[in-house]
């Protein structure tokens, strides 16, 4: 029997995938996305959106025990654990549907089952049970994700031994947990056990957590969280890490030294593999650089028609970076690009409390570059909103081009860190310069003045410290 023939073709359904269907059927082309597992893929499923959901339990919970400090009784509050973790899959459920619902409003069809590459513009789908379908097409935007980076020799079982994915739904709440690795992932995982009551000991292998955020903001965030009771060890390295029965033991060493460790679980968060096991990527030819699909700013590969998008495409492997390469990708095809992927002005969230929020340089980085800069830095003790909310833990620290006036860094830390940092965001997509933020009048109080006040010690200008 003859492919089936379609116009442009997504593989997989993730923020990327999703997306770049619906701007490709905005732009006037028929699509198809096909999708083995969830629409929304991992992110909108068993990632970004379930987790945090998980992480306001974790929150709710603090502040519900900081309840006195504002003038409220609430007794004793008490954990309800498979409750929490079911509040966070009808979350992901209810997000799942409702990217059913923009599919059939876009007109989009959904094609259940693992596609692969067979050459010749053409796919075929194996659904569940075995039944295969070929389908031909113009052009194919490639989204399949990726997935967690195992340890070495190490099988995760889902019940002791975790990744992200099998932890956010495991209804056991753990007594002793390591964390293996410091990332977002990593980070966000160990605040929501260690507020929740779990013995929480964090090993990360390079020297400070969250390794790509400025190294003020990681010890600021690191002397909180060991003021909360959690054990973060870093230039650490894990051996020896092996299961028994319900129990799991590992050999971490650091700085401080050796220390024999056991517990009732880990959760190894040590970075991710790219989806492209499977999906007959050699019998296109599509180039690999360092097992990631290379694409350019257009997220086009070395073979015509053929586009790769978000996690897949490697680094940076975050939901709002698929989203924006795969409208990237859908004007392309469409021949409505305006402009390539940006890469330099891309912000990075975490949501443990507090939040780290970030976008542009580090300070390290405009070291290495050899820049002559700037910085402010404002605690947000000193800032009123801070204060009368009960959230006065953490600080802002901006980098300012010297010759320039032009904003290269902006780093929060702070318990609505993530919501803050698009004004920086805004002002580095405009080139803005710091002067233009201090003409800017801010709102008093709010938490957004802390932009202002940092950019204005920087220049030279400070009011109120």
């Known amino acids: 029997m003859s492919a089936q023939s379609r116009d442009v073709i997504v593989l997989g359904s993730g923020p990327g995938g999703y997306v770049a269907a619906i701007r490709a059927a905005q732009l006037g082309r028929k699509v198809s996305i096909i999708e083995r597992e969830a629409l929304g893929g991992v992110c909108l499923n068993w990632g970004c959106i379930p987790s945090k959901a998980l992480l306001k339990s974790a929150q709710l919970y603090h502040d519900m025990k900081r309840a006195s400090e504002f003038g409220f009784e609430t ?51 194996t659904d569940s049970s075995g039944k295969t379908t070929s389908y031909t097409y113009n052009d194919i935007i490639i989204a399949t994700g990726a997935r967690a980076r195992p340890f070495p020799g190490v099988d995760v079982d889902g019940e002791v031994i ?3 994915r099998t932890i956010l739904e495991n209804k056991r709440l753990p007594q002793k947990l390591l964390v293996i690795g410091a990332g977002a992932i990593g980070m966000e995982f160990a605040y929501f056990f260690s507020t929740l009551g779990t013995q929480v000991t964090v090993a990360e292998m390079l020297p400070q957590i969250l390794p790509v955020e400025d190294h003020e903001i990681a010890d600021g965030l690191t002397k909180i969280l060991k003021k909360h009771g959690m054990s973060i060890k870093t230039g650490a390295s894990v051996a020896d890490l092996k299961r028994s029965g319900k129990t799991v033991s590992a050999t971490i060493k650091s700085k401080e030294g050796e220390e024999k460790w056991s517990g009732d679980a880990c959760l190894i968060a040590i970075g991710v593999l790219p989806n492209t096991d499977n999906i007959g990527i050699e019998k296109v030819g599509i180039k690999m650089e360092r097992g990631w699909i290379d694409v350019d700013e257009f997220m086009r590969t070395n073979i015509p028609n053929h586009y790769a998008i978000g996690d897949v495409a490697g680094a940076p492997w975050l939901a709002h970076v698929a989203s924006h390469e795969g409208l990237v990708a859908a004007e392309a095809i469409a021949g409505k690009a305006k402009h390539g992927m940006r890469y330099d002005n891309i912000p990075g969230c975490t949501y443990c409390q ?61 318990a609505e860190a993530t919501e803050l940092i698009t004004e920086a965001a805004i002002i580095r997509s405009h080139e803005g310069i710091a002067s233009s933020v201090l003409d800017t009048i801010h709102p008093h109080p709010t938490l957004s003045e802390s932009i202002a006040e940092a950019m204005a010690l920087a220049m030279g200008r400070p009011i109120n410290t």
């Open 75 to 125: 007794g004793n509050v008490k954990i309800d654990f498979p409750k929490i973790v079911q509040r966070s899959r009808e979350v992901a459920g209810k997000l799942s549907g409702g990217v059913a619902f923009l599919m059939r409003k876009n007109k989009i069809e959904v094609i259940s089952g693992n596609g692969s590459l067979e050459g010749g513009k053409s796919v075929k789908v």
């Open 354 to 414: 507090p939040q780290v929020a970030s976008v542009g340089l580090t300070e390290n980085q405009a070291k290495e570059k050899g820049l002559k800069y700037k910085v402010g830095k404002i605690p947000f003790s000193a800032i009123g909103k801070a204060i009368a909310i009960g959230e006065p833990d953490g600080m802002i620290k901006v980098i300012i081009d010297e010759e320039l006036g032009e904003v290269i860094g902006v780093h929060i830390l702070h």
């Open 162 to 164: 975790h990744t992200a």
